[in-house]
């Protein structure tokens, strides 16, 4: 979110009340202006008006992908005694009516791929929204489960330098002590990358 100035009227999402041109706001994209002083700080709060603005477009897009779907299906069960009828579909030759008939046929189809392309958008907007600090919430989550696991001594996959035994534990990251033909090295790891490997005698 971000402070601008109104450009043009609108509402404050969260108390109503009308922004004036001119006037200082916060904006974000696809949420909408808020008052300076009703601008959400909190990571949940933030996360709530994100999440009412994309139910509100997903259903939009429901909206559209049922009246596609539903005029598709239309279509495409029309004149059903002709579509039964072996003769008019297979009789060679150019036949206006069923060409008219196939090309609708096919606009249907067509409709009914968009209308599922538009559901799935739909569904992915009814996911939860990113905020900032997920993504480290989410590494802190691994750090913590290694921290509880791994302990000085342990031969650990650090992924990209491949196998190695930690030789010491900080807050967030590992030293670790690899050996090859050539020597042997140490590395500074996060401990969210590690991951457990058969012990080494």
Not at 3 to 27: D, F, S
Not at 92 to 111: C, K, L, T, V, Y
Request: glycine share 6%.
């Amino acid at each position: 979110m971000r402070p601008i100035t109104v450009k043009y009227q609108g509402k404050c999402r969260k108390c109503g009340v009308t922004l004036a041109v001119g006037e200082q706001a916060i904006y974000e994209r696809y949420v909408g202006l808020f008052c300076p002083a009703c601008e959400p700080k909190d990571t949940d709060e933030i996360r709530h008006y994100r999440q009412e603005a994309r139910d509100e477009k997903a259903e939009r897009y429901e909206d559209w992908a049922a009246k596609r779907r539903e005029k598709a299906k239309a279509q495409l069960n029309s004149y059903p005694q002709i579509r039964r009828d072996i003769a008019f579909i297979t009789q060679p030759g150019h036949i206006p009516f069923r060409n008219r008939m196939n090309r609708a046929d096919n606009r249907a189809f067509e409709s009914l791929s968009i209308a599922r392309s538009m559901e799935d958008k739909a569904e992915r907007l009814h996911s939860k929204p990113a905020v900032k600090g997920d993504a480290e919430k989410r590494w802190q989550g691994l750090r913590d489960l290694n921290l509880s696991r791994f302990k000085v001594g342990d031969v650990v996959n650090t992924g990209i330098y491949g196998t190695g035994k930690i030789q010491k534990i900080n807050k967030k990251s590992v030293i670790i002590e690899h050996s090859n033909n050539a020597g042997t090295f140490k590395t500074k790891v996060d401990i969210a990358f590690l991951s457990p490997v058969s012990q080494v005698s």
